[in-house]
């Protein structure tokens, strides 16, 4: 095993609950889909960009917070001590490196953390979540933007995004996901002494870190999220920029991912075309009429709107 495979092993044992994810996506078929208003959804596509918010202004108010309180608890019930063994036993010191770095980027993690929310979805439902609409309905509608899932399958490349599945639970979930993680590097340690100290500090510390940015209370699990990530202050990107829009009434910087190619990025993949799968329109008022806004819409977009728009047909309507 060369450097690189090893890296590429290391990488996989850091992430044991990601990786049975995308293992999950790919064998059932699953979509995406990014649930919002009718008025972002326009704009996303008409821009051509997925808008990624603050996590401090998602609608769980406790984003981040609760995952850091449960992966602190875990730690100090003893999962803490059997991962240092685990890392220190092929690199000395490695513990501590990681520790002290985390504690260092602590205040940029819990407030300079940008991200969207999607759905696992399954293919075949044209309905969409009665939770999700309850939260984006009313007379304004709620719209699913449901992509495939080829955002998950490529390298974000330049983008400096990260996809990663939502985990739900307590301490002692998380703890259960801690301990996966020891025992799987305990049973490989010769792949971690083939990897450098850097590299494994690296990979070690975004594993700790998206234990915090995508664990939830268990009272949201039914909405069996994923997130795309981006952090512009440690991995900044030049495609993609920045611009402050109002959110609900609120003001708020907003990192825009392109969902589209463009010279330099070299991503050929990333275009609606290919990415759009379908857009399903929540229970609302005047269900029909935003129906007819998105096929021209797309229209517009030079998308072929034909099969691509349903009404999903729920009786609930939201006044206000």
Known sequence: MNENEAIEAFSSLAFPYEMRRFQEV??????????TTAE???????????????????????????????????????QGAGLQQALDAAHPGLWKAIADFLNEIEWQTRTQTYLTSLSAHDPDDFLGRLSMWRAYGGPTSGVALIFNTEVFEHESGQLNTYSSPVAYGDQFIMAEHLNAIVTGIAANADILKRVPFNNAKAIMSNALQFATLSFKHPAFA??????????????????????????RGIPQMICKVPLCDQPGLEMPWLNLDQLLNRIIIGPCVYPNQVAWAF????????????GKISIAAIPLRQQG
């Open 26 to 35: 790919a064998e059932k078929g699953l979509k995406m889909a990014h649930y």
């Open 40 to 78: 972002n959804a326009a704009l996303i596509l008409k821009n051509r960009a997925l808008w990624l918010r603050n996590a401090q202004l998602m609608n769980d108010f406790s984003e981040v917070a609760y995952g850091t309180s449960c992966l602190q608890l875990a730690l100090e019930g003893g």
């Open 295 to 306: 096929q021209e819409i797309l229209r517009g977009l030079g998308i072929d709107p034909a």
């Open 222 to 247: 039914e909405e069996q999220e994923w997130r795309v990530i981006h952090r512009p202050l440690t991995d900044a990107s030049a495609y993609i920029p920045t611009s402050i829009e109002t959110v």
